[in-house]
């Protein structure tokens, strides 16, 4: 009989790029019977493969093939905040076998119109009109499978993103795609991710509890919490 000294590991530690939105599938196997298997994440989320099969986690499912590929798992629709180290555990008798891989998102070589390119990311300025927030993101979702209001979490892309503004526009607020409809206070993206905290982000004493919805300032280039039906300019990203 085989030892668990004799198993090995089934897995491929080359980095893959991917499409934010498409599906992933994340290959593991073990040549030898085993304990257990789960995958972690850079954030630290730990998914036990069993349960992942069992279709406890949400958005995560089954391979279609398990062959050599036992602690495989599908993560059907690959969020931004779900890039970076994936690691496969699998415990055996006395030992466990480790492998790891980078998932990074594939950078587009051109925008298509009407979305202009600042820094990595395309958007759109929409001008033509003025929309709710829920009617702004209806518009940007419509644009194409990609897109949706813009979500803009580092300083680098907040400082392109106003700038632009200033160079080209005059409107005196754009919403993005921030809120915190949810739950009062906890502020997210619409791609999942954190709405980032204090400066140099939100304006002063912001946000002030005044709204649920999130807009950027024309005059001073920080975030405000706005009433949600307050009609303004958007802002629409394609998530490459």
Known sequence: ?????DASLIFDTADVQVIPGQSLTLTCGVKQDFRLCFW???RGDIFQVEDVHAGVHPGMRTPEDLTDNQCGVVIESLGVEDLGKWTCKVLLAGRSLVGSKKVGKTKAVECIEPFVRLGDHCYYFY????KTWEEAREY???????????????CHQLTLVW????MYYNSSRYWIGGADLGQEGSWY???????????PFWYPDNPSGN???LSLSFSHGYFDDEDCE??????CQAFE
């Open 127 to 130: 001008e033509s009109g003025v």
């Open 189 to 199: 993206f619409v791609d999942g991710s954190t709405v980032p905290v204090g400066t």
């Open 211 to 213: 709204g649920n919805c």
């Open 40 to 42: 972690e994440n850079d």
């Open 1 to 5: 009989m085989a030892s668990a000294l």
């Open 163 to 166: 700038d632009h503004i200033l």
């Open 230 to 235: 307050i009609k303004v300019h958007f802002v």
């Open 140 to 154: 940007c979702l419509s644009m194409g499978t990609w897109t949706d209001l813009a979500v803009v979490n580092d």
